[in-house]
């Protein structure tokens, strides 16, 4: 019928919404928390060696992240990382101070970096179930452009945002932010 056809049926845009409010918050405090480094340090080689190790975690992780997210609840795994996303970044925030920043920051960075690569192959694969065969290319192309532009404009808005109220602020939002994307995660249905 009807229902089948829409591509943005109410399971595709909640998981969709998850996953540029995750995925968004996730770069653009990866890419904020990198230039307050930077900032403190003032050290360029700091700087590019945090950033370089933070994606590490990212590319070695992405093909184990597929594997978990055959085997568990997609809707479980969305909802559990953002939780722990909420939960890390809010106690970062309470913790951080000049002192271990560096130290803090990488760890964090890190963290990110996982949670980023155990995600994006829950989100991928959620897509099948949510959809029909008619629109699952279309459907594809729409979690692959949100994932694209993320890693893109992520970065530039943190770097804009920075630059306008500093690190702290945006720990807080996106704390909240991821806090509130896994609440609405709660409410999928993924068949």
Known sequence: GLMSQRLFNRNF???????????????????ALSLYVLDITGSATIFGSITAIAIIPTIVLSPFGGLISDRVNRRNIMVVLDFTTSALVLGFGIFLTEKNAI?????????????????TPSVNSSVPLLETEENLIKANAVV?????????????????????????????VSGICFFASAILEIFIHIP
């Open 103 to 119: 130290s803090l920051i990488a760890i964090m960075l890190i963290l990110l970096s996982i949670i980023q690569a155990c995600y």
């Open 144 to 172: 692959n452009q949100a994932t694209m532009l993320a890693n893109l404009i992520g970065p530039v808005l943190g770097g804009v945002l920075y630059g306008f109220f500093g690190a702290m602020p945006i720990v807080w």
């Open 13 to 31: 845009t909640m998981v969709l919404i998850g996953q540029l409010i995750s995925l968004f918050g996730n770069s653009i405090l990866r890419f």
